[in-house]
């Protein structure tokens, strides 16, 4: 008999071509993805006289640099998404470009085209690559070296990371979900707090997140240190794939359900690391500081430095400054400016439906952005009525991209304004030089939207269904 | 890339925690060429914002000794182009993003692993000021301003370094395992294959 095994250690196997002396593993690569920022290494494979290896399983995407409106295009952002253009046809590989149907952020049109399967390994020169783990797929992301390796040979080296499994027990309460369960465990472990590790997650709170919350889950994984995230498939990722347009059909579906309904760890497999979470313990979370880490209660007030020490101290101080907060304040009298409600963390159709579902009927007091994640969800969201409750509450209804996450395409936050974001990233000068940026679900992005202030979103959702 | 075994410079401390790479090397440079050289825009804002700024003052610089998360978030190699660039050559931290540090070692730039008891001691010592260093890849260990600590490396990456080998010359020898792999894999798999 076999040890039992975990989800991990299954993948890793299924990939493995060869392990040197020194446990590196050189690993197939089953769908490369690639984006504009993916130049420098085609730029190295041209300076190689090198193809790629594998057209076939490489397909790119025009997201980071998209622009969401309309107007004139500024020369280096068209030279950029036309330079990816350019290196997609000489090399042979299918090409989301902003005019294609199935265009949006590399994240979300992966699983929306059943190009992420369980079982696969999927690349990413982006590192929110995790995101896939969802569908238990050997998913993440790496540099542009790497991108260039994996174009040029369809592998890459890679050591077996260590496995931290974080099983959250119970129920998540209403207006909680994925973005906080994971903000919260940041919180907890910290932003380094799983540096080195692969992350299963698992328990009943996460089997009863939808597919979308579990992406969400996966792709926050980054955010507390852990190169990738990994949910074991079942019931609700099988639906989600059904039919998809590059997800397997006829007996290679009935075979792919077979290989797929095994993908799980198996009972009694050791982890190098074990954490539980009580699902009914989280409240709607929002990050007050510059790192994902800075995350607390909505109910809960800036910390204050003085009651910290050391390096603790020094670092909360420097994020209270940057952010303009002072230590003590309630979180819910924190005034923003604006808001944003997108990203391959929270721009798939259900997180416009919560926002939607919290705006219906009111009006933001605070200008915002919503930027679909792709073009599809785009569709979706205006046949379902979503993108008329958004404009009638006074945001603006955008194309897909990147968008306000990293400013790229320009759409930005001004220097010194506060806006709260569905986003994955608070960093310093994250949405723009100097942009104050607050981490949320959706919901509770539409919440302080309505209210102009960071605010609970409980309140809000009572009576709504 | 060339490798390296032994080097000696100057050091210099960065006192900050989290220091990801939207700060190492804001998004809108990411569009430059290498070819333009990525020194100038290494911790741009926090470099315009701060005059004082440690990097502002030591237009040169051989190691950078930080605290814990070094790297962190974005996977934009563009931050380890912006350091080596700009001169560094070594990263002294107590941790470093994952992709980071891989992408690190892929441009010749070593991210050392000290304790952050080494880290916190390092940037008493050098304050606000620089100081003589040498980091030995042969024998792991880093001499900032007197000091000698040994640091923890990957062996791999290690051997990696000091010869600066490029991974896909190293791969294209197993190309045949790798044909076969992927016959047997789609064979034996056929639904992993995009469906047409
Ligand atoms: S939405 Fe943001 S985090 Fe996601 S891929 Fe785009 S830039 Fe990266």
Redesign the interface.
């Known amino acids: 008999m076999t040890a039992p095994q975990t989800i991990l250690a299954k993948l890793w196997a299924a990939h493995e071509i060869m392990q040197r002396d020194d446990g590196t593993s050189l690993l197939w690569v089953d769908r490369h993805l690639v984006h504009e920022g993916s130049h420098h290494a085609f730029a190295k494979l041209d300076s190689r006289g090198m193809k790629v290896a594998a057209p076939d399983l490489t397909f790119a995407v025009v997201d980071h640099y998209a622009p969401t409106r309309a107007g004139n295009v500024a020369a280096d952002i068209r030279r950029m998404i036309n330079t990816l253009g350019r290196n997609a046809r000489a090399q042979g590989i299918r090409l989301f470009d902003l005019r294609d149907p199935g265009q949006g952020i590399v994240h979300v049109i992966g699983p929306e085209q059943g190009l992420t399967l369980p079982g696969l390994l999927i690349n990413c020169g982006d590192s929110h690559t995790s995101t896939h783990g969802a569908f238990g797929a050997l998913a993440f992301g790496v540099g542009a070296t790497e991108v260039a390796h994996i174009l040029a040979t369809q592998t890459i080296w890679q050591k077996r990371p260590r496995v931290m499994r974080i099983t959250v027990n119970g129920v998540l309460g209403s207006g909680v979900g994925a973005k906080d369960l994971a903000l919260h465990w940041i919180a907890q472990l910290g932003a380094d707090g799983a540096r080195g590790h692969a992350i299963e997650y698992a328990g009943p709170a996460v089997e009863g997140l939808s597919m979308e919350g579990r992406l969400t889950l996966c792709n926050l994984s980054i955010e507390g240190g852990a190169r990738l995230g990994l949910i074991a498939p079942d019931q609700v990722t099988f639906d989600y794939l059904r039919g998809r347009k590059f997800a397997p059909k006829g007996a290679d579906w009935d075979q792919a359900i077979d290989d797929w309904s095994v993908l799980k760890t198996d009972e009694g497999a050791a982890f190098d690391r074990e954490v539980t979470i009580d699902a009914a313990a989280i409240a709607p979370t929002v990050t007050w500081g510059t790192s994902p880490e800075d995350a607390l209660p909505i109910t809960g007030h800036v910390p204050d430095p003085a009651q910290l020490s050391g390096a603790k101290q020094e670092q909360a101080r420097a994020a209270l400054d940057y952010m303009g907060l002072n230590a003590g304040m309630p979180l819910e009298s924190v005034a923003v400016d604006q808001v944003f409600i997108g990203s391959c963390t929270n721009g798939r159709i259900e997180d416009l439906r919560l926002a939607a579902k919290v705006l219906a009927g009111r009006k933001a007091k605070v200008p915002g952005l919503v930027s679909p994640g792709s073009a599809a969800v785009k569709k979706q969201a205006e046949a379902e009525g979503l993108a008329q409750i958004f404009t009638e509450a006074g945001l603006e209804w955008a194309d897909s991209g990147c968008s306000m996450c990293v400013g790229m395409n320009g759409d930005r936050v001004d220097a010194g304004k506060r806006c709260a974001s569905s986003t994955n990233r608070n960093f310093k000068g994250r949405q723009g030089r100097g942009a104050r940026t607050h981490l949320m679900s959706p919901a509770m992005v539409a919440a302080a939207a309505v209210s102009g202030h960071l605010a609970d979103v409980r309140p809000l959702l009572e009576g709504r269904s | 890339m060339s490798g390296w075994t032994k080097i000696s410079g100057r050091a210099v401390a960065l ?4 220091v ?1 790479t ?2 190492l090397i ?3 440079f ?2 430059a ?2 070819s333009d050289g990525y020194g100038p825009f290494l911790l741009h ?2 470099r315009q914002d701060q005059p004082d700024h440690v990097l502002n003052r030591y237009s040169h610089a051989d190691v950078l000794v930080t ?3 070094f790297g ?7 931050a ?1 182009y912006a350091l080596v660039d700009f001169g560094i050559k070594a990263v002294c931290a107590p ?1 470093f ?4 540090a ?2 690190a070692v ?2 010749g730039l070593l991210p050392a692993r000290l304790t952050e008891d080494e880290i ?1 001691a390092l940037i008493d010592t050098l304050g606000q000021a620089d100081a003589p260093a040498t980091v030995d890849l042969s024998t792991g260990t880093a001499t900032i301003g007197g000091q000698t600590l040994s640091f923890d490396l ?3 990456w290690q ?1 990696k370094l000091v010869n600066g080998w490029d ?2 010359d ?3 020898q ?1 190309n045949d ?2 044909t076969k ?2 016959a047997a ?1 789609f064979a034996a ?7 047409t």
């Open positions: 006192p900050q925690a989290n990801d939207d700060q804001p998004a809108r990411m569009s060429p290498r804002d926090v605290r814990r998360n962190s978030g974005s996977s934009r190699e563009a380890v941790s993003g994952d992709i980071f891989s992408n892929n441009n916190e990957d062996p791999v051997q991974d896909i190293l791969t294209a197993h395992e790798i792999f992927r894999r798999h056929p639904w992993a294959l995009p469906a």
